[in-house]
């Protein structure tokens, strides 16, 4: 303290000097000024990753461990910037960096009072001290941080300076400048703040390891008092509001910085290191209810067990919330892992894709029947979960209740390297063991892809086949061409209708679509669902990827998808269907969608030649004229050998000659005979009424 009093009372003497001492004096010290470079006003500041609403949800220390976050100066309360420049430089706006008269007045206090009753340095002088970390309690450290004051100030604003403090301005500990110290000591952005709050943050720079208010909060609530005494006696603030703010306790201890989307943060950092701040598609609050909801899941299905959950926003592909973990430091229940990126075996999730390929093929419709019984497929002798058969069934009973035996009947007429291929075409690269061609496990499970995976896909099916990129930057771009679609717009509403069926969350008239998945072994639990708005995936079991006997989809992971669209504010009605749709029963169908036929006799149907599977000879297709709106008439072929040429009333109307499906736009409501040529000129041919 005595070094200090020297120093000060040297300062305003050097001032005194210079004032006095003649023009020689004078010109010498400001060609001083002159000569000396302007102190970098920058410093590293910590990456912030933001929600899409701009509030925190991870943020990082910088090389040094300090917290600086970045601030914005118009996002700081005005009462703090006016108590600040009250208390610390009441004539910032007016001075060229050093306050003549502060520092003669300090000094002669000093003198007169035998101790220091206010300080001379100015904000701007507190700056080079703070971005040049100097030590200025020597008379030739006060006077250099003098001369570097007065350079600054003819290069920055004053603004430029103010925003400089805001953000250099110690706390106590590693903590430093003010939005870091109203996040750690009381909780929240300094956007808002209380009297009380604002000069708790001016007081404690002052002198901030003694007055922090988790080591001697008697000393920190002594420091803010007086400088809300002090700010009614220069104007700032009322006795009333002064009183009222000194009636208030200050914080006693220091809060943890925000933690949420952890993992999803890292990624977002590691992709871009060098951004100062990253905003997320994240929403916060959903985000911080379903970390709960998996933690709190995870403790009650047993130990070492983890959660992960993700929800897309169906129309623009933004990632709401993505819990990778049931907590990240739970080192039992391995929570530094993202299992939203883990590649696991997907179960039974994959079968809708295998049935909404076959409709989209003109193989089978959601009332085909189909045989489930012992059968055995090269070698491969699929049963079912429950080791019970159910004899003859319909697809739409098939996928409804998972069976396995039609699942795969129907995989093997689609080919399991097509389905997989259409993966592909909408960024889904699956994982086949050693590099091995896609085969028919692959729909029981036998692949590796991850919750975002499946995630991605079943935002696909939701949108009626048409895929979207997720993306969990709000800035993100899409892809300059839109990708094919997953499968057509028809396929898709059939298979949404089945999973929006039994199983399916109904309130009123409002469904889910959910499908449930268990892989082999009870290491995995899934449950993928979608409503009109909201795609949502979740993932139960252990990391390690050992088995939990008794772990189900439909037991364990249904429950927490179910109270995940509960906390995302509940259910949207599903989009209505398309028009076209054969709403008929098994014996309204044409002979040759009655029955799923095997592949041997799909190869024979083939090489007998082409045949329209839709839409059927005689059939009544509602596209939608009568409203002033119609849609295309989908045109399916199944057996033949390409190219194809189709023919609307004898005139060819196809474009794609390879495709086996095509989108016809009729002149009008009427009849149309419908003809189909194949590569070696066989030929069917329908005629159909639209309307």
């Known amino acids: 303290m005595a070094i200090r009093r020297f120093t000060l009372v040297l300062a305003a003497a050097a001032v005194m000097s210079v004032l006095v001492g003649g023009t020689s004096a004078v010109v010498g010290f400001f060609r001083l000024v002159d ?41 700081v309360d005005p009462t703090y910037v ?30 007169t009072h035998g101790h220091i009753v206010s300080g001379g340095s100015t904000l701007t002088m507190q700056v080079v001290r703070l971005s040049e970390r100097l030590h200025t309690r020597s008379p030739s450290g006060k006077f250099g941080q003098i001369v570097k004051a007065l350079a600054l100030e003819r290069f920055a604003s004053k603004d430029d300076i103010l925003a400089a403090y805001l953000g250099l301005a110690p706390f106590g500990g590693n903590i430093e400048g003010v939005r870091s110290a109203s996040l750690a000591w009381l909780g929240k952005e300094p956007l808002r703040l209380t ?78 290191p060098k951004e100062g701040e990253i905003r997320l598609s994240i929403d916060r609050k959903l985000q911080a209810l379903l970390e709960g ?71 089978a419709h959601p009332e085909t029947l189909v045989e489930d019984r012992p059968t055995a497929f090269a070698g491969y002798t699929p049963n079912n979960f429950d080791k019970t058969f159910r004899g003859t069934v319909t697809v739409r009973q098939a ?16 080919g399991p390297a097509r389905l997989v291929t259409r993966f592909r075409r909408v960024g889904v690269e699956a994982k086949l063991p050693d590099m091995a061609p896609a085969n028919l496990a692959v729909g029981l499970g036998g692949v590796g892809l991850t919750l975002n995976d499946l995630t991605t896909l079943y935002t696909a099916l939701a949108r009626g086949g048409r895929p979207i990129a997720l993306h969990e930057r ?26 929006a069926g039994p199983l399916g969350a109904t309130k009123g008239d409002v469904r889910v679509a959910i499908k449930t998945g268990t892989s082999y072994g009870y290491r995995d639990a899934w449950a993928m669902g979608y409503d009109g708005r909201y795609v949502v995936g ?11 006997p008794g772990l189900m989809g439909v037991d364990v992971a249904v429950p927490i998808l179910a109270d995940t669209f509960v906390r995302a504010g509940g259910t949207t009605r599903l989009p209505p269907e398309p028009p076209g749709l054969l709403k008929v029963s098994n014996a ?92 070696e000129g066989r030929a069917d041919r329908v005629t159909v009424f639209v309307e």
């Open 538 to 548: 979740v993932w139960v079991g252990r990391p390690d990827g050992a088995p939990l």
């Open 82 to 111: 006016n108590l600040l420049l009250a208390t610390e430089d009441s004539r910032f706006r007016e001075h060229a960096g050093v306050d003549p008269k502060a520092l003669l007045r300090a000094g002669w206090q000093l003198v």
């Open 195 to 272: 009297p009380a709050e604002a000069a708790f943050l001016v007081a404690l720079p002052q002198s901030p390891e003694a007055r922090r208010p988790d080591r001697d909060a008697t000393a920190a609530k002594a420091a803010r008092d007086r400088i809300l005494r002090r700010a009614v006696d220069r104007g700032v603030l009322s006795r009333a509001d002064a009183e009222a703010a000194i009636a208030e306790p200050v914080p006693t201890r220091r809060r943890d910085f925000p933690l949420l989307a952890a993992h999803s943060a890292d990624r977002a950092v590691a992709a871009a």
């Open 399 to 414: 996928l409804s209740e998972s069976l396995n035996v039609p699942a795969i009947q129907t995989l093997e007429l689609v």
């Open 588 to 679: 309204e169908l044409p002979p040759p969608l009655q029955r799923l036929r095997g592949a041997r006799a799909a190869v024979a149907a083939r090489d007998a030649g082409p045949e329209i599977a839709y839409p059927p000879a005689g059939a009544h297709v509602d596209l939608g004229f009568r409203a002033g709106s119609p849609q295309p008439l989908a045109l399916k072929v199944r057996n033949g050998k390409g190219p194809f040429t189709w023919l609307a009333d004898g005139a060819p109307v196809a474009q794609e000659p390879w495709a086996r499906q095509f989108s016809y736009f009729p002149k009008g409501a009427g009849f149309v005979t419908l003809s189909v040529i194949d590569g």
């Open 474 to 499: 709000l800035d993100a771009l899409g892809p300059a061409e839109p990708p094919k679609p997953l499968m057509d717009e028809r396929a898709a509403a059939y298979v949404t209708d089945i999973l």
């Open 35 to 75: 000569a000396t470079p302007p102190v970098d006003l920058f410093a590293p500041t910590s990456q912030v990753v933001t929600a899409r609403n701009g509030e925190i949800l991870r943020a990082y220390t910088v090389g040094d461990g300090l917290w600086r976050l970045p601030v914005d100066p118009e996002r």
């Open 293 to 363: 909801l998996a933690a709190e899941r995870a403790s009650a299905v047993g130990p070492n067990v983890s959660v992960a959950i993700m929800v897309a926003e169906e129309a623009s592909g933004d990632v709401l919330a993505s819990v990778g973990s049931a907590g990240l430091f739970d080192a039992r229940r391995a929570g530094s892992i993202d299992m939203t990126r883990a590649v696991r075996s997907p179960g039974s999730t994959l079968k809708p894709f295998i049935y909404g390929l076959a409709f989209e093929a003109g193989i």
